[in-house]
Every structure is written in structure tokens, then in C-alpha cells.
């Protein structure tokens, strides 16, 4: 199936024209070097530009030295930065993209840790998520970012930039002023609408006049901050958008404020292209100023009706094309399901944190690694690769040694490929999930593997198999119940049972969340859909705690509050009996009894490598390659990146 409207040249003005429809938008990566675009940034964004990307928005880069929100950020306001912009300029023009500067100051959605010093923000609003309270701007503050933005747009022109986007988005000062729920002043700048959008006019003429009539300028507007009480809306979106429209070449459509961060690239909670309705609206005040859509865009097929419906003119499709970079190209050769489909789990690519981890992919490792990840060599000599399972890390091992050219044989003791992804998206959660082991099923399916399924690895069968290099990717097992008593009894049952549709007794379910994450969730979402009443205890502040850096915490509150589940934090699970479960606050003093037909312990797993050892200590003479859970249980991630690795080493 094709998307020809995907594919279509799209002219934005100042004789510029992108190939295609398919944008790679601005988004925080952490590849930047001492402020600026680097070699690893320039390898990542040109990867993007050779698999067909269109047009290509470069991480925002930050207009004024008040502004500096991550480690990593980009310096704007840098003259080094025109030296940089040249350089990445050039190498994604040779491979036929447009190349954009988005600019932008975070204000108050910024933090001073970073630089020690005071945020910047239109009215005394504190960030929310850092708890912070800014300096309120005076009208030199104003007019010194006005100017930053001026400078930034000239160095980015300057640079060989095919133009720039101003940021009056998510973590935008630019929003924030245009927004009654951050904007409370009473001044030219504030008090009503007309004023509130007076800094957006004030930017945009500023940026159209520093980078001049050949250059392009777009807008990325917030056009639902999800606060109706005092922020932008829907309705209010077309309005608003025609009234910035002056200067601008383009407008991309997004959502999100101080209050949902969460909504500008979301996770599983929202459907995909949820915003294309919003995209529509826009559009259709703006009477031929080209729109981009963005909200979960990840299907080419989707995006490309999209299109042709008239909802948008172009689409934002950033994540889709972090995890498959040759999604373009797939679609022009009629192949778009064939690209590695994007699960939208926010899980590594969305990375602006303290932790300032590289933008990635648990779909694609060598996301972001472009510069250390050459591609699969062909083997120098042939051997016979033995495989042991058939989850994300042993296919991942499979497909890549098969494609170098080894004779592989796959085994696997389930009915089925796909580990636990496939189990989590077969029990009916999160079933975009299961997309990480189904297409790489898919693919394995295209090599000359040998696959047996039904079949235990065994010592034995394994000296019988006789091959040179072994890769063991036999998964987790449940860890046994400990510092809860009573955990052995029959109704007690791990996550993984659970969600094979084992949930004994009647009444409630009690979950016992130890991993902070998805487990806890997936088992409470099935027995909730069953109509059984669920309890969810942890003893960490936030229940599944872990899903804040994902963006998904505030989503599975909403979630659990509508499904009825209970969820009580901070809270010590004691002991298990027959029909109950002894608790008592983590901090404080008392017990209680909570009544409890089937009790779900979401534990840490333990490598399930007795396989391993065996062999370790008894065949001689054959490489063994430990990968995914098999040597220590994490996240899907480590499972395809350690995969691949044993498929290029063996």
C-alpha cells in the first residue's frame, strides 16, 4: 500500500520547496557538544535526511543566556553557532533535505539549577514541575530576548539554515505569554487577548526581519493547553493562529502546557493523529498557509489520508522516523508497513531530564549512536549460530547474524515468537507493544533460519545441534516471594501468569507494585476489564512511579480513577492469607486488612539462566553470548541492543 500524498513536494515559500511531506520536527536529543551542534548531532539528524525526511527542524536552540533548561541545550546566541549551522547546513542539503533553526526560550518551564540562576517568565507563576518561581520580566528583560531572538534567527541565516521556527509551544516563553493561564499582567504585554499577543508579533517580526525575505519562517503553536479555565483552547486556536499568521511561511499545530507536558508527544494514552481534527481547524482559517499536523503521527498511511483530506499539509513524524530513519524511502517503494513501526512508549526518546541521556530508541539501539554503530559487516567465515529464545533479544541476534551470512537455527519452548511483548500485547494492554517482536518475526521470516518452536533447549540438545556460537536469550523468571509472608500460597501469582489469564479466587485483586513500572498496570487494567475490583499497593510516594519520565504517571492516574481502581502508595504489604492482606503505612504506625481473592506480585524478575551455566561449565570450545534478561531483566531496549551486538560478534 502506498501514501502518495505523503510524498508530494510541498512549497513553503521563499522559493523553497521540501521533497516531501514527512517532517523530522525540533526535539530534545542531548547530542549537542559544549552548546552547540556537533558531529554526533550532524550523523543523527543526516541519517534522518538519507532516509528521505523533507524537511528536518534542528533541536530548539535557545535565543538568550536566561534561558538554559537541560545540560545539553543548544546556544542560539552563540556566534560559534554559524560555523556549526554551516557544517550540519550542508551535509543534510547534499542529501536533498530542508534544514530549519527552531528558536526558542524555555521561560518558566525552564530551571535555574542548571546555570544557578533565576528563571524568566511573564508573571509570577511557578514551574510546576520543578517548583521554582521566576522573575517576573521587566519591559528590558522583554525587549533583550526580543533582541535574542533576532540574533538567533541572523546566525542561523547566516549558517546556510533554509530558515527558522519559533517555538511558542511546549516549554515556550512565547506561549506562555500568549496564554492567561501563565500570562497575568496588565501592562502592553498582558490583560487581554490583544496584548497577551504582542511578544508572539514582537518575536516573529523580529526573526522575519533578521533572517530576511529568502529565508523561511514557520511558527510551532500550542493550540490546546488542556486548562480551559484560563489557557488556549481549541476554539480559541483558529482565531489565534490568524492572528499570528503575518510573517510566517508555515504553522505547525501542537498541544500541551505547565500542566500537561505529557500531551506534546504523547505516549499510549492518546490515539494516534489525535490532533488532526485541531490540525483541520487551523487550517481552515488560515486560507493557504501551509499547517503541519503533529499528535502521534507514526502510520505513513495515516498521515498520507491525512493529507489528502485536506487536515494538514504536512505531518510531523519525528518518532517514526527515530525508530525506522527509512520510513520515506519504504513508502516511496510501496513497502511503508515493512519500516519498523514506532509504539510510541516514550521510553527513550523522550529524554529532556536530568538524566540527560541520548535520544534512542527500544525499537532501534543505534538511534542516536549513528556515529559509533557502523552497519552489520558480512562474516568472514560461516559458522552455524545456535539461538536460544524467541523473544526481542534472541530474533534481534537471529536477524542480524542470518544477514551476515551465518546458518542460524532459532529455538524457542513457547508455541509462538515473541516473548514477553507479545504476551503483554496478547492479554489486550498495551498492544502496540507486541509490534517490537511481531516485525522482527516478520523479518526473521524473510532469512534462511531455522526456527523450532515447542522445543526446551537443553544441554544435551544443544551438543547435538553442534554449533560454534550459542546466544542465549532464555529471559526472566519470577523471583520468589520474599519479605512477604504467606507469598507461596496458591493465589498468589506473578504478573506474568496474570496476564496469561491466571487470576484464581474470586473478589478483589491486590496488586503488590515492587518495579515501580508497567507490570504493576498491565495486571491491574485486565483484572479491572474483567470487573473484578482491583487495589494497587506500593510502597514508593507514587504508584508505578517510574511512568513520570515516560509521561504516562498523570495518564494512568486519570485512567485508574475511571476504572475504579484503588491506589495506595506509600503502603507496606506484610502478609498474605487466605482471603486478606496484612498492610501498614510505609511511614507511621497501624495495620490494616484489606480483603484480597488473588494477590499479583509485580516483583524484579531473575535471569532465567541455568541453561547458561550448564553450558558454561560443560561444552567446551563454543562461544556462548548472554543477552537481554538472560543476563540481567531490563527493559526491551537493552534485550534488541544486546541482541544485535551477539549477531554482529559471533
Known sequence: MSAPGLLDPLSLGAGREARNRVVFAAHVTNLAEDGLPGERLATYLERRAAGGAGLIVVEEAHVHPSSHPYERAIRGYDPAIVAAYRCLADRLHRLGALVLAQLGHAGMQGTGHVRKQALWAPSAVPNPATLEMPKVMEPEDVAAVVEGFALAARHAADGGMDGVEVNAGQHSLVRQFLSGLTNRRDDAY?????????????????????AGDRALV???????????????????????????RDGLDYLGVAAGSIYSVEETRPGLHRPPGHLLDLAAAVRARLDGLPVLASGGLVDAVQASEAIAAGRADACEMTRALIADPDLPHMVAEGRPRRARPCIRCNQDCAVRSAANAPVSCIHNPEAGHESDVAAPAPAARRHHVLVVGGGPAGLEAAIVAAGRGHRVTLLERGLALGGTPRAVAASGQRQPFGLVSSWRAERLAELDVEVRLGVEATRSLVEEVRPEAVVLATGARPRPAERLAGGDQPHVVSVRRALAGHLPGAGRVVVIDRQGGYPAIDAARLAAGLGRPVTVLSEDPFVSGQLGSTGELSPW???????????????????????????????????????????????????????????????????????GDCLAPRRVLHAVLEGGRAGREV
Open 557 to 627: 492516574y486519570r485512567a485508574a480513577a475511571a476504572l475504579g481502581i484503588d491506589l495506595r502508595p506509600l503502603t507496606v504489604a506484610l502478609e498474605v492469607t487466605p482471603g486478606a492482606v496484612r498492610t501498614r503505612p510505609r511511614f507511621g504506625t497501624g495495620e490494616d486488612w484489606l480483603e484480597a481473592g488473588c494477590v499479583v506480585l509485580a516483583d524484579h524478575e531473575l535471569p532465567d539462566d541455568a541453561l547458561h551455566r550448564q553450558l558454561a561449565a560443560h561444552l567446551a570450545g563454543v562461544r556462548l553470548h548472554r543477552v
Open 190 to 210: 498582558g490583560g487581554d487577548q490583544e496584548r497577551r499577543l504582542r511578544f508572539a508579533r514582537e518575536v516573529v517580526a523580529a526573526v522575519r526581519g533578521a
Open 218 to 244: 514557520g511558527l510551532r503553536l500550542c493550540c490546546d493547553e488542556l486548562a480551559p479555565w484560563a489557557g488556549i483552547t481549541p476554539e480559541d486556536a483558529p482565531d489565534l493562529a490568524l492572528a499570528l
